[in-house]
């Protein structure tokens, strides 16, 4: 089965926005199966968007609209396709409930182009959309499937997870095919390649693909397998490799599929009623941020000093003067008074605290932008490292709140805990 | 002059590279008044390359293809012109030279197939690469250019800057064309296209075009108009339109193009001597990690306490217990006193305080998920606001960050200045 993917956005053809929704896509149907045959942008121009419907029909059995959804007069997306299916618009009642509700919630006005987007194409099944005003529509023709979507990326992934993949699936009878990611963190991915080549090369012969899909911090191992229709066997095969794998690098391999180093750690947190603090100068908030995003978190996660200044390091976290003189505040020294200081201040089990120089400036020759010291302390004390980073600020403080969970990750599975 | 950009490599069609080439060419191109019309993303197979030529020869003047022209195997795009026009392969003594050159400089054996990349087609202008050794390709036929250049990022953008721009420049008599945005916050989309009707109706006739381009909490209006060559007025008469809105709501307009809210805010404490702390709790360091990921931050941040819970927004902020028994952690008597507690607690110029209910659990009859209180506290003293947000936690989380920071650029610009 071949699938074509259609963005539509003017603001994609100047290059003021780039297409991360296809991408995604490409993935989420990749996942069951689905091979995207093209990409193909155009303009926000009715003519433009009727030539490459037509041209996608002749090429593939799935065609995914996004963008050109909105309530604004530059959206013309819906009534393209309408002239395309030959059909006219229909105030949907339904959708018109969701979208009032939604209003309602947020406590805002209704417009009547908000109204207008309950109107859809009579041909269409519509998909809700759980993030926004914009329903997502599904309509076939000749065995071909059409699926429009709003081009925001947050609502379109809601619909490509909750309607568009599980209905392709149900649709056409794809093969079998099984994922499995294993999340690492800490270790680049050349030298990755090198600490597993053993367990990778096992892999072929048992049918697994490995592919290295690597980001700011993170790096996924994905594993995949092949199989035919009503093969269900083949998850059981990959979670037997990767754990594995896991086993042989616990330190660095840390969760599976798209988990993240905060919801692992609030897990353990969770399950062994602790509690934790930070105490953040570099990473300004950033770990505060992942640990937060994590619904629940409030359980476990008392607060957090950022200590952006000398200043507050002292007074908020009773980090030593002279301490903070002689060695500077990206120390050793610093680092583990900033997490006692949180910990005891705070009174939680666990903290981390980071010192850093994320640059571009503010380094120097014996301590050079990307020089980053993280510390935890826990139960039995304190453990600090130094880390040697890049020169690209946002990556530096993104993979220093990366390592410095994991480093907390490491020492909470090293402490005893029975339920 | 009508532009077609064909992106070349399977990578992009399973999702594992976003394709940022495109965008980055398609600036290139309108700064010389050139029209991306389509982007098409093919993969590495000869046919679907040959198809993809054929069918942008059709619509466009110009064709510019990206991919495809490293040394390994996968790499079929010079083979696949070599088809399309009708041409062979010659080894070019000079690319030879250069290629030679470069692996002499970088001190590396040269390759057999790094020898082939001098084989170049006998029908086209070789492009000099200067950052690696796949030379550019530059044919016509018909009055159509094809240029042929590789997919890293880094080699495209030298070929663009240095050779493909100017000479689209020379070849074409180009229109003139210029984009400015106005980047807002606060309203959504169709409720500032009602505010700002009177406005928007006034710019067709001056020829400026708009286009409404949202992102979770921030809404950027883009200005375009196209001119005549040499016609260099264009940017001008945007400017003034856009300074006419900024001027009629300017709450909600607070910066030109790619500007962010934190950069906003910098400039303006930086250019006032002025310093900010923060304290939050259901932002849980967004603002803190949006303020410090401006470069130069330490010099008007000082930090923030994210009190996460009621213990600590009383230990940290001296927010008073009977308040939080009495009115709850989200009220607007608690984010008052966080906002004045860290206030002189860090001695700042301003601070910023937030308490609501992100979600997804938390909420009540009185207050559902997503209400959010801000405050802003000052020289002149104190201002707090409750906002209704929606039901997704993520998306609360930065539109209440947001929404702080832009109630925080008010204030500092009521309270007078003088330099």
Request: aromatic share 6%; net charge negative; glycine share 10%.
């Amino acid at each position: 089965m071949r699938v074509e993917i259609i963005t539509i956005g003017d603001e994609l053809l100047v290059g003021q926005t780039i297409d991360t929704n296809s991408a995604y896509m490409a993935q989420g149907l990749n996942s069951v199966g689905l091979e995207v045959h093209q990409i193909t942008t155009v303009s926000d121009k009715k003519d433009h968007i009727l030539e490459a419907l037509a041209a996608a029909e002749q090429r593939v059995d799935v065609v995914l609209i996004t963008g050109g959804l909105g309530p604004t007069k530059d959206d013309i997306t819906k009534h393209t396709l309408c002239t395309y299916f030959d059909t006219t618009l229909e105030m949907n009642e339904e959708i018109l409930g969701r979208i009032v509700a939604f209003f309602t919630s947020i406590g805002r006005e209704m417009l009547e182009v908000n109204r207008q987007q309950a109107a859809l194409p009579k041909a269409c099944v519509p998909l809700e959309n759980l993030r926004g005003t914009a329903a997502g529509m599904w309509f076939e023709r000749n065995d071909t499937v059409f699926v429009s979507m709003p081009g925001v990326p947050h609502e379109m992934k809601g619909l490509m997870d909750n309607q568009v993949i599980p209905r392709l699936k149900e649709r056409f009878n794809t093969r079998e095919i099984a994922h499995l990611s294993i999340m690492t963190q800490g270790v680049g991915e050349s030298y990755l390649a090198e600490m597993i080549a053993d367990w990778a090369d096992s892999l072929p012969a048992m049918g697994i693909s490995l592919a290295y899909l690597p980001s700011a911090g993170t790096l996924k191992l994905r594993l995949s397998k092949y199989g035919e229709n009503g093969n269900t066997g083949l998850m059981t095969e990959l979670r037997q490799k990767a754990e594995e794998l896991v086993k042989e690098i616990p330190t660095i391999a840390y969760g599976y599929n798209e988990e993240s180093l905060e919801e692992v750690v609030g897990q353990l947190l969770t399950e062994r009623g602790e509690t934790l603090s930070t105490a953040e100068s570099c990473t300004g908030g950033l770990i505060a941020k992942f640990i937060t995003s994590v619904p629940g978190s409030s359980a476990y996660f008392e607060g957090s000093v950022v200590s952006y200044s000398n200043r507050i390091k002292h007074a908020f976290l009773d980090v030593s003067e002279s301490d903070l003189h002689e060695h500077g505040a990206v120390s050793k020294e610093v680092v583990e008074q900033m997490a006692l200081g949180v910990r005891t201040k705070m009174n939680t089990t666990w903290s981390i605290a980071t010192s850093g120089i994320a640059g571009p400036t503010g380094g120097s020759e014996e301590k050079p932008v990307g020089t980053v010291w993280l510390a935890v302390a826990g139960p039995q004390g304190i453990v600090s490292r130094k880390f040697m980073m890049g020169n690209d600020r946002r990556g530096n403080i993104k993979r220093s709140a990366l390592s410095a969970l994991n480093m907390l990750r490491i020492e909470i599975l090293k402490e005893p805990f029975v339920n």
